[in-house]
């Protein structure tokens, strides 16, 4: 039972954890993306970097700070590679918001067998029970029989819970991993309408080519 008890305070320590995390960052991500895209409509590339600096664990304020940071660069090798790096930036972020929860995974397919060892545990101890006093019945075997029976529902429970709470926050991380790879192509879009190749802004070649 001990094993089960650890599980179980995993789990709802997980559960609440990935609560917790999930419950504003699909609104948080959708306020930050859209102040962002008004920030890059009017080019104030100052005020976008301090608005990412202010947010600093939104996934898409960090994959845009790796944009700015690399279209900015005084090396045209990293400017180039900006797109490249930013995608790379989301494989990373995406992998974030699983945290944890292959902890609710694993707990959900080991507690189970966890329960089925208790359960064997409460039969041989039954059966030393019948072999010390020698003779059988209910009374004999009747303590062995019932810590294998809790251990056995404890078992199925703790898997429940953990199979349930796993599968509702894969649901919401596929949102989150949706939202974000729709969000981040709609920022490459600005920013790649904004800059040219060599990382200057279009308002820049234009007073150039004034002068």
Known sequence: MYPLILCSFLVWIVIIERILSYRKLGQNLRDFHLQSINLMLRQDWDGLRRFCSENPKLPTSRL?????????????????????????????????????????????????????FGTVVGILRSFHQISVTGSGGFAVVAAGISEALIATAAGIIVAVIAVIGYNTFQTFWGKLVLMVKIQTEEMVEMLGASFTGDGSTLTEVGARQQH
């Open 64 to 116: 845009t700070m790796v944009a700015l940071e690399r279209l900015f660069s005084k090396d045209s090798r990293l400017v180039q590679g900006w797109l490249e790096a930013v995608e790379r930036q989301r494989l990373v972020v995406n992998q974030e918001l699983r945290q944890n929860l292959w902890i609710l995974g694993t707990i959900a397919s080991a507690t189970p067998f966890i329960g089925l």
